[in-house]
């Protein structure tokens, strides 16, 4: 079941970011099961972008979307309701993540600067760059 309406910090939420992107208390099985595709949904978001930029995979994992780009998983999850919008992903294999924030419908509009100024995970940056601006 989805949760909506979370309440949260962005330290708080970076702190659980930072336990699901070591395994914390997860069993190898759960852990591997937890980052799988369940929905595959890379037909779909391939559609607007060239082949060559498109994801391994890209799906519904459990409770995030779920991106094999270069070898490299990353997990990403993003809401909004009026006047706020959040976005966060995570790596274990680059080591790196975010948490964004935003008290702003217009929020999703600051996510791209400030994932460049970051300077990390270009792959999928780029990635996410070209569904938004194909």
């Given at each position: 079941?989805?949760?909506?309406?979370?309440?949260?910090?962005?330290?708080?939420?970076?702190?659980?970011?930072?336990?699901?992107?070591?395994?914390?208390?997860?069993?190898?099985?759960?852990?591997?099961?937890?980052?799988?595709?369940?929905?595959?949904?890379?037909?779909d978001l391939c559609k607007r972008i060239p082949k060559d930029d498109?994801?391994?995979?890209?799906g519904m994992a459990l409770g995030w979307e779920s991106f094999l780009i270069n070898g490299h998983r990353y997990l990403m999850h993003s809401g909004s309701d009026d006047g706020t919008f959040t976005f966060s992903y995570f790596s274990a294999d680059t080591k790196s993540g975010a948490v964004i924030f935003t008290n702003s419908s217009n929020g999703s509009k600051a996510i791209l600067p400030l994932l460049r100024l970051s300077g990390e995970d270009r792959e999928?940056?780029?990635?996410?760059?070209?569904l938004v601006n194909p």
């Open positions: 079941m989805a949760s909506d309406d979370v309440f949260s910090t962005p330290t708080d939420y970076a702190i659980f970011i930072s336990s699901l992107m070591k395994n914390r208390n997860l069993s190898p099985d759960l852990a591997k099961e937890r980052v799988g595709i369940q929905t595959d949904r890379k037909a498109c994801p391994s995979e890209a999928f940056v780029d990635f996410l760059d070209k």
